[in-house]
C-alpha cells in the first residue's frame, strides 16, 4: 500500500509515461483534462486518507465495551449528518469542476486544418481535405498537425467501432459506423505523439496505433506538398524491379500507390510509406528490413490482420522492400 | 435430508461435465486458420480440373484440412468480404447477377464443384470474367469460392454468413436466397439448361 | 375432514422431538441421485448455486493469470490474439453473469428465509428451475471455450462487432444465448426473493424490523425484475440480427450501432448494484455481530439502499461518455453518477459510526469487512473520477476503468462475499473454518489485491488502453505490467488458500453449534446446519435483533405437520393471514430445464427451434404443474 502511494506521488509531481500518456500533456485540451485529473485525484485522494485513518483510529482504540447510549446515538446522527452533508458538497463542487473543464474544451478555429479520419480494422485512414471538403490527398497510421494550429478530425467509421485517442493532446472520442464525430485538437509544442484505438474493434485491436506528428508551420507545409505529389520513379534497378514486382502479385489489387497503375483501395494509400516513422499501424519501425519481414509473412507479425501472406521469392522480396523503402 | 446428497450429486455432475467437456474438445476443437502455411498455399494453387474445365478434385490438403472453405463460418465471411473487396458485385451483384450470371438461379454454367468456382476466378473464364490469380492469393480464391458456393446453396447453411451491415434486399446466406427457386413453382429456370454448356 | 384429524395433524400439543420427527417426514428429502435432482429445499439449492458459482470463479480466476501470463512481458507470444480475445471475453462474461450475480442471489436463497423465519423459499419449484437453468448456461459457455468457439467480442458484446457481418461463426450468439440462460435464472430467483420477503415474514417482523441485508437483497431483487428485460431484448435482437437477418442494429436501414449500448447498460449499470447491494446486505449483517451492538442508521442504511437502486437506472449514459453526446446529455449524466456517491457515502458512515461506537472482534469475517471499507472507498472515489465527462475522456476503456471495477467488484463484493463464506460458513455446514488460514487468506488477498489492481490506475493514465493482448516494447508499460503480473500470483495464493480451508473445513471443521458468533438475526436460532424445515415452530419477532433482545424466542404454534405448510404474513406488519402449503420436491423443473435449454441452443442455429424445441417445454410444464387435488391454503 505504501509504495503504491508513493508511486502515484511520484506520477503526479514528476509526470512520465512517454508519449502516449495524459500526464504528459502538450495540447490545450490535454492540459485541462491533467489539471481536472490532479485536482480529482489530489481531493479523492485526501478523503480517502480521511475515511481510512479514522478507521485505523477506531480500531487501535479499542473500547471495553460497546456503547448503546443516547449520548452516543446522538454524536453518531450529528457526525453522520455532517459527514453527508460534506459529501454532497464535494461531489457538487467536483461536478461544477468537470462541467468548467468541459466548457474549455471544444473550441475549434473555423481555419482549422480539416482531416478526415476513417478507422477500420486495423489501421487509420487520414484523408487531407481543402476548405471545400475536396480531398487533398491520404495517409495511413501518421498523422502530421502545425503546432499552434487547430485541427479538426471528421471521425468515421468503416467497419466496427473504433476509438480515437491521442492522450498527450486530447480525450478521446469514438469512430462509429453511421456517425460522424468532430474531435478538435491542437499541440502546443513540436514533438511525436502516439494516440492508439481505444475501443475494443477485433483480433488485432493491440496492433491498432498510429503517430501524431506535430511540425512547425514550415515544416508541415513542406511535408504536406510533399504528400500531395505522386509517388517517386524508383532510383536504381533494384526499386525498378520491385516496382514491376508489386504491380504484377496481388498487392496492387489492395493498395494505393499514386501515379501507379496501383489503385486498390482496401489497403492503406502506400504512396509514401517509406517516408512513415512505422508499418502495420504503429506495429515496427519503418526500416528497409522491417519491410522485408512484414511483406514476407504479415500474419506472423500482426495475426488475423487483413494482409495476406503472398508468395515471393527471395530475390522478388528483396526488390520490393527496395521499392517501398523509396517511396519518400 | 443431510449435506451427503447434494454433494455427491454435485459430484456426479460434474464428473459427466467434465467427461462432455474432455470428450468434446477432443472431437471437434476447431480453431481458426489466420496464416495458411505457405505450403498448404502452394498446393491450393494446383486445381485439377477434368479436360472440359468444368469439374475437377480439390488438392488432397484441402480434405486433410477438413474442406475449411465450405464448413467453417470464419472462412466463409472473409469470403464475403473479398467479393465486395474486389469488385464482384460490378458484374454478379448481390449474387442475383447483372453483366455476369447469377449465383442463385441454380444454374452453374461451370458445375456446382469447389474447384470449378475456385478455377473460374483463378483463371478467368470466356465471355468476361477476368483472372484473379496476380490479384488474390490462393487462400483468398478458395475462399471467395467457398463464399460464392454458399450463395447460391438452396438448403441454409449453419456456417453461411448473415446479412452485412449495408442496403440489401435479398435474403442472406444463411437464409438460402436461392431457394426462391422453390417457391416460384417450375417456371423460371435458366433457358440454358442441358446436358452441357 | 373432521375436527379431530385436523387437530392431530397439528404441531399444538406435540412435544419438540415428536414434531422434529414429523417435521423431518415431511420435509425432508430421501436419499438418492433422482431425489437429489428433485429436492426444491432452497439451503440445498443455494448450496448448489454457492459450489457451481465458486467453480466458476476459480475458472475465471485462471483465465485472469492467463491474460497476467500473456501481458507480464511485451509483444509476448504465450497466446495469440484470438485466443486472448476469447480468454478476455470469458474472464468477464464468466465473473459477472456466472459468477457475481449467481452467487449473490444465491447468498440470498440460501439467507432470506431463514432470516425472514419461514420454512423454505416462495415458488420452491422454480427455484429449482431457476438451478439448473443457470447450470446449463454456465456450461454452455465453458463447452464453446473448450471448443475454441467462445465468444470473442468483449463482455459487453459492443454491435457491429458481434454483429452479423463482424462476429462470423456461432461465437457471438453462444455469448447471447448464455446471457438468456442466466437472466432466465436470475429473474425466477428475484421474484422468488419479492414474494418471500413480502408475504413469508415470521409474524411480528414488520418492514422496519427487516434485517438490512433482507433489505438490500429486496431492493437487488427489485433491480433484477427492471434491468434484465432490457439486457434479454438487447441478447435476443442481436440474435435476430445475426440469424433471421432483422435489422434493428444496421446503421444503413434504419437501425442503430448505439441502441445495443443504450439496451445493454441500462442493464450493465444496474448489474454493478445487483451485485454491489447483496455486499452492502453482507455487511450490514456481519459488523453488528463483530462489533458487540446494532448497526447504526438503520433507517438510513434503508432509505440509501433504496435511493442507490433508483439512481442506479438514471446513469447508464456514463458509460458511454466517448460516443459523442450532445452536451445537456452529458450533463445530466455526470451529475446524476457522481449523486449516487452520496447514499454510497451514508453507507460507509453508518458503519463507521458502528464500528466507533462498538467494540471489534477481529475475527476474519471482521477483516474482511475493514478490507472491504478500504477498498471500496477507493474504488467509489475512482468513481467518482470517471463520473466526470471530461476526465473519463481519458480514462475510458483504459486500464485506469479496469483497476476501477475490480476495486469496486472485488473490494465492494468478493471481500464482503468471502467475508460473508466465514460467517455463514458454521451455519451451512455445522463447522468452523480455521481462523489461522482466514487470517492467511486474507492478508494474502487483500494485499495481492491492492498490489495487482492499484498500478493499474497508473497503466491507465499513461495511456494503455484495456483489452489489448499485448504491447509494443517502446511503451513504458512492461516493468508495471511485469509487476501487475507478479502481484497477481500473490492475489491467487490467497484464493488458494481460501478453497483449501473450505474443503479442510468441510469435513474437520470444528462443530459449530447454532449460534458460534452470538449474532442476533434469526437464522441463528436454528441448528447448524439448519434442518429442512428450517425452524421447530415458526419464531414470532418482537424486534430487529430477535436474538439478542429476548432470552427466549416466542414461537407460533398451529401449522399442520402432515403436509409442507407456511405461514403467509401481511406486508407491513407481518400480521399472520393464512398457511400455505408448499410445494414438494419434483423432477419436473430439471425437466423443463433441460427442455428449455435445447430450446435455446438449437435456436442459436435455427430459428424453427422455436416453434418445435417449446413443444418439450410445453410437456415438461405440464407435468410440473400438474393438479395434486391438494388445497392451497388455509385461513
Not at chain 1, 469542476?97 to 477500420?120: C, E, I, M, P, Y
Not at chain 3, 412435544?15 to 428433485?38: C, M, N, Q, Y
Not at chain 3, 484464493?495 to 458468533?517: C, H, M, Q, T, Y
Not at chain 3, 410445494?583 to 442459436?604: E, G, H, K, N, Y
Amino acid at each position: 500500500m505504501k509504495a503504491a502511494l508513493v508511486i502515484i506521488f511520484i506520477v503526479l509531481l514528476a509526470g512520465c509515461g512517454g508519449n502516449q500518456s495524459a500526464l504528459e500533456a502538450h495540447g490545450p485540451s490535454a492540459v485541462a483534462l491533467k489539471d481536472l485529473i490532479v485536482l480529482f485525484t489530489l481531493l479523492c485522494f485526501a478523503i480517502w486518507l480521511l475515511v481510512t485513518g479514522f478507521l485505523l483510529w477506531v480500531l487501535a482504540r479499542r473500547r471495553a465495551e460497546p456503547r448503546q447510549d443516547q449520548a452516543a446515538e446522538q454524536r453518531m446522527t450529528v457526525a453522520v449528518r455532517a459527514s453527508v452533508a460534506a459529501t454532497v458538497l464535494v461531489v457538487a463542487g467536483l461536478t461544477v469542476a468537470s462541467f468548467h473543464a468541459t466548457r474549455s474544451l471544444n473550441s475549434g478555429a473555423d481555419d482549422a486544418v480539416l482531416v478526415s479520419v476513417k478507422g477500420q480494422q486495423w489501421w487509420w485512414q487520414f484523408t487531407y481535405k481543402d476548405a471545400t471538403q475536396a480531398s487533398i490527398f491520404q495517409a495511413a497510421n501518421e498523422l502530421h498537425i502545425p503546432v499552434g494550429k487547430d485541427v479538426r478530425l471528421e471521425l468515421e467509421s468503416i467497419d466496427v467501432i473504433h476509438s480515437l485517442w491521442i492522450p498527450s493532446l486530447a480525450g478521446k472520442l469514438d469512430l462509429i459506423p453511421g456517425r460522424k464525430n468532430d474531435l478538435t485538437l491542437r499541440a502546443d509544442r513540436p514533438g511525436t505523439y502516439r494516440g492508439q484505438c481505444a475501443e475494443f474493434c477485433g483480433l488485432q485491436h493491440g496492433h491498432m496505433a498510429f503517430l501524431v506528428i506535430a511540425q512547425d508551420e514550415g515544416d508541415y507545409r513542406q511535408w504536406a506538398a510533399a504528400q500531395a505529389a505522386p509517388a517517386t520513379e524508383p532510383s536504381d534497378a533494384e526499386a525498378a524491379a520491385g516496382k514491376v514486382v508489386f504491380m504484377s502479385k496481388p498487392c496492387a489489387a489492395c493498395h494505393t500507390i499514386r501515379g501507379t497503375p496501383a489503385i486498390g483501395s482496401s489497403g492503406p494509400d502506400l504512396t509514401h510509406v517509406g517516408g512513415r516513422q512505422t508499418i502495420g499501424a504503429g506495429l515496427l519501425e519503418t526500416t528497409r528490413g522491417s519491410l522485408a519481414a512484414w511483406i514476407a509473412d504479415p500474419q506472423t507479425l500482426k495475426p488475423g490482420n487483413n494482409m495476406p501472406l503472398v508468395p515471393l521469392t527471395s530475390e522478388e522480396l528483396r526488390q520490393l522492400s527496395a521499392y517501398m523503402e523509396g517511396l519518400r | 435430508m443431510d449435506s451427503i446428497a447434494p454433494v455427491k450429486t454435485l459430484t456426479v455432475i460434474g464428473a459427466i461435465s467434465l467427461i462432455a467437456i474432455a470428450a468434446a474438445i477432443g472431437w471437434a476443437r476447431e480453431p481458426r486458420q489466420y496464416r495458411t502455411d505457405p505450403p498448404a498455399a502452394a498446393a491450393f494453387d494446383q486445381l485439377r480440373l477434368m479436360p472440359d474445365g468444368i469439374s475437377g478434385t480439390p488438392p488432397e490438403v484441402y480434405f486433410a484440412m477438413g474442406k475449411p472453405y465450405e464448413s467453417t463460418g470464419f472462412d466463409l465471411s472473409q469470403g464475403k468480404r473479398l467479393y465486395s473487396w474486389f469488385g464482384c458485385s460490378q458484374c454478379h451483384g448481390d449474387g442475383r447477377g447483372g453483366k455476369g450470371p447469377s449465383f442463385i438461379d441454380g444454374w452453374w454454367l461451370y458445375g456446382p464443384s469447389l474447384v470449378s468456382i475456385a478455377a473460374s476466378i483463378r483463371n478467368g473464364r470466356p465471355h468476361g470474367m477476368p483472372a484473379f490469380k496476380d490479384k488474390m492469393t490462393s487462400d483468398q480464391i478458395w475462399q471467395l469460392a467457398g463464399y460464392v458456393k454458399s450463395i447460391g446453396a438452396y438448403s441454409a447453411s449453419v456456417v453461411a454468413p448473415s446479412r452485412n451491415d449495408d442496403k440489401t434486399n435479398r435474403p442472406a446466406e444463411n437464409r438460402a436466397p436461392a431457394a426462391i427457386l422453390f417457391d416460384e413453382g417450375p417456371a423460371p429456370l435458366h433457358p440454358d439448361q442441358g446436358p452441357s454448356p | 375432514m373432521g375436527e379431530q384429524e385436523t387437530y392431530a395433524a397439528l404441531d399444538v400439543d406435540l412435544h419438540d422431538v415428536e414434531l422434529e420427527a414429523k417435521l423431518d417426514k415431511t420435509w425432508g428429502s430421501r436419499p438418492g441421485f433422482w431425489r437429489a435432482i428433485a429436492t426444491v429445499d432452497h439451503k440445498v439449492i443455494a448450496r448448489r448455486y454457492i459450489v457451481t458459482a465458486f467453480v466458476f470463479l476459480i475458472l475465471g480466476g485462471l483465465l485472469a493469470m492467463a491474460m497476467r501470463l500473456q501481458l507480464s512481458q511485451p509483444e509476448a507470444r504465450f497466446i495469440g490474439p484470438d485466443r486472448y480475445n476469447q480468454i478476455f471475453t470469458m474472464h468477464g462474461s464468466n465473473m459477472m453473469f456466472l459468477f457475481a450475480v449467481p452467487v449473490m442471489e444465491a447468498m440470498a436463497v440460501y439467507l432470506v428465509p431463514l432470516m425472514v423465519g419461514t420454512r423454505n423459499i416462495a415458488f420452491p419449484r422454480l427455484n429449482a428451475f431457476s438451478y439448473w437453468t443457470f447450470l446449463f448456461g454456465g456450461l454452455l459457455l465453458w463447452l464453446s471455450f473448450a471448443l475454441d468457439t467462445a465468444p470473442d467480442v468483449g463482455w459487453f458484446a459492443y454491435v457491429p462487432l458481434s454483429g452479423p457481418e463482424y462476429g462470423p461463426g456461432k461465437r457471438a450468439d453462444l455469448w447471447a444465448q448464455m446471457i438468456t440462460f442466466t437472466e432466465l435464472a436470475a429473474l425466477a430467483v428475484a421474484v422468488e426473493i419479492v414474494v418471500t420477503v413480502f408475504k413469508q415474514r415470521a409474524p411480528g417482523m414488520s418492514l422496519d424490523r427487516i434485517p438490512v441485508l433482507v433489505w438490500a437483497m429486496l431492493v437487488m431483487s427489485f433491480l433484477v425484475i427492471v434491468a434484465m428485460p432490457a439486457i434479454m431484448v438487447a441478447s435476443s435482437t442481436l440474435i435476430l440480427d445475426r440469424l433471421v437477418g432483422t435489422q434493428f442494429y444496421n446503421p444503413a436501414l434504419g437501425g442503430d450501432a448505439l441502441l445495443w449500448q443504450h439496451l445493454f447498460w441500462f442493464f450493465g449499470h444496474p448489474e454493478v448494484y445487483i451485485i454491489f447491494l447483496p455486499a452492502v446486505g453482507l455487511v450490514s449483517s456481519i459488523l453488528p455481530t463483530f462489533v458487540g451492538r446494532p448497526l447504526f442508521g438503520y433507517l438510513l442504511l434503508v432509505m440509501a439502499l433504496i435511493a442507490t437502486g433508483v439512481l442506479s437506472f438514471g446513469l447508464w449514459v456514463h458509460h458511454m461518455f466517448v460516443v459523442g453526446l450532445p452536451r445537456v446529455g452529458e450533463s445530466f449524466f455526470t451529475a446524476s453518477s457522481m449523486a449516487i456517491a452520496v447514499p454510497a457515502g451514508v453507507q460507509i458512515f453508518c458503519w463507521l459510526a458502528t464500528l466507533w461506537a462498538g467494540r471489534p472482534v477481529f475475527r476474519t469475517p471482521l477483516l474482511f469487512v475493514l478490507g472491504f471499507i478500504v477498498t471500496f472507498v477507493m474504488g467509489g472515489l475512482t468513481g467518482v473520477m470517471v463520473a466526470s465527462v471530461p476526465l473519463d475522456s481519458q480514462v475510458h476503456d483504459t486500464y485506469f476503468v479496469v483497476a476501477h471495477f475490480h476495486y469496486v467488484l472485488v473490494g465492494g463484493a468478493v471481500f464482503p462475499l468471502i467475508g460473508a463464506v466465514y460467517y455463514w460458513f458454521p451455519k451451512m455446514t455445522g463447522r468452523l473454518m480455521s481462523e489461522r488460514l482466514g487470517r492467511w487468506a486474507f492478508g494474502l488477498i487483500f494485499a495481492g489485491f491492492h498490489l495487482t489492481f492499484f498500478p493499474m490506475h497508473i497503466l491507465g493514465l499513461w495511456g494503455m488502453p484495456r483489452r489489448v493482448y499485448t504491447y509494443q516494447p517502446e511503451l513504458p508499460w512492461a516493468g508495471l505490467n511485469l509487476f501487475v503480473s507478479l502481484s497477481s500470483v500473490v492475489l491467487a495464493a490467497g484464493f488458494l488458500v481460501f478453497f483449501i480451508d473450505v474443503l479442510r473445513s468441510w469435513k474437520n471443521g470444528l462443530p459449530a453449534g447454532p449460534n458460534p458468533w452470538k449474532a442476533s438475526t434469526l437464522e441463528w436460532a436454528t441448528s447448524s446446519p439448519p434442518p429442512a424445515y428450517n425452524f421447530r415452530r415458526i419464531p414470532v419477532v418482537g424486534s430487529r435483533d430477535p436474538l439478542w433482545s429476548d432470552a427466549d424466542l416466542p414461537v407460533a404454534a398451529g401449522m399442520r405437520t402432515d403436509r409442507r405448510e407456511l405461514l403467509v404474513t401481511s406486508i407491513v406488519e407481518a400480521l399472520p393471514q393464512a398457511r400455505e402449503s408448499s410445494p414438494s420436491d419434483s423432477v419436473w423443473p430439471f425437466w423443463t430445464a433441460i427442455a428449455t435449454a435445447i430450446m435455446l441452443i438449437w435456436s442459436i442455429f435455427s430459428p424453427w427451434a422455436v416453434v418445435w424445441g417449446s413443444i418439450p417445454i410445453a410437456v415438461a410444464l405440464i407435468g410440473w404443474f400438474w393438479p395434486k387435488g391438494t388445497p392451497e391454503d388455509e385461513s
